[in-house]
């Protein structure tokens, strides 16, 4: 029988990372500065990213080589196997072959290291003393976290108040790693003690923690700011994933019909589905690309593509995506880390060709999907991940349908181990599927910017 996961050796690591910009067939749109509507200048990004971080946001060149001292970090974990699910085909008596790339095995548990180790590593290069930054549930904060004790960084982290108290675990991995974690809203920002003067029993949101990691790193000197998705240079980092893919894929002799991620700003998926975007752009490859995202916040399926905010306050500059404008809250579905109104711009641009489909799945559909495979393939998926393996048993019974052997690849994410009170509510029939919030959609996108729109 063959393998039933694919390695490659540590030689076999990719040297650079894969820039999609110059193959689009239309170049990006630019952010633009919300006050004067021109586009942002590299310059006024200065106080929050270093140089080289600048530089790749708008780079065109196609490949961007990986730093040895990157290389070094990312061999911790990478290169990441490929599995072939065996078992979930099994049980679902599908003629297609289903493959997953496994980022849930880095040391925070998903693929955000990625850019985080990268994004440390060029601001310790630069002088950079402490790096600045917001998370909601907790994984983007821990992969920093993690990244920046490893290149001898301070961390601090800006934790959303309520999951700050409901979700400890993932504070506890901070710590561990270093950290100074905080609930956000705090009194050590200007916007944090402006929102508590107003309402001292807030929950916070991502927008609230963002102000005030932007406004730690504009008013410190030796503090920057990193993100964790959404700006292309996140997306550059995450594209080894893809180019392991590739190799992997390409070691068994097997070509992908239908390459399947989930979407939250766009990072995992971008990371994955750009390499093979890149072979189908060029006449190399053809494969049907699904991005997924729930039906709760369905960004890239019931969104505008138009400019607006990247924050929910209204400081970042503008760019142009699906978003459901910035002010739409999504009701508290369990996959945290799809909560967000717009999504990647060269993602979005990307839906926009027609090149990626969309699609979206309400929660308990995907944790049927997640409890499916932990029973199968014996890993348990974070909530995130269950849309992607939701759409890849779509994929695999339309497969079983029709009798077509399709090769079906999806990027496995992260794992749910910090997740278990989501399962549990699944499993004791507790979890509630949301309605498409129309209402609150339409409100949302009432409030986005008026200008500039002429694009
Ligand atoms: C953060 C996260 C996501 C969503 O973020 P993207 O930038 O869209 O990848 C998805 N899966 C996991 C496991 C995450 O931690």
Redesign the pocket.
Known sequence: MEDTKIFLSEKELPEAWFNIIPRLPNPPAPPLNPKTGKPVKPEELRPIFPQALIEQEMSQDPWIEIPEEVKAVYKLWRPTPLHRARNLEKALKTPARIYFKN??VSPP????PNTAVAQAYYNKKEGIKRLATETGAG??GSALSFACKLFGLECTVYMVKISYYQKPMRKSLMHIWGAEVYPSPTDRTEAGRKILKENPNTNGSLGIAISEAVEDAVTHEDTNYAL???LNH?LLH?TIIGLETKKQLDLIGEKPDVLI?????????AGFAFPFIGDILEGKLSAEVIAVEPTSCPTLTKGVYQYDYGDTVGLTPLLLMYTLGHTFEPPGIHAG??R?HGD?PLLCQLVKDGIIKAKAYPQTSCFEAAVLFARTEGIIP?P??SHAIKAAIDEAIKCKETGEEKVIVFNF??HGHFDLVAYDAYLEGKLEDYDYPEEKIKEALAHLPKFPTGI
């Not at 548990?109 to 955000?112: N, V």
């Not at 991620?261 to 998926?269: A, D, Q, T």
């Open positions: 980022e849930s548990g998903s693929h955000k994984q983007w964790g998705s959404v996140v995450q991620g989930c979407v939250g700003g766009g990072s995992n998926f880390g799809l967000y990647a974070a995130e991940t994410s992260g």
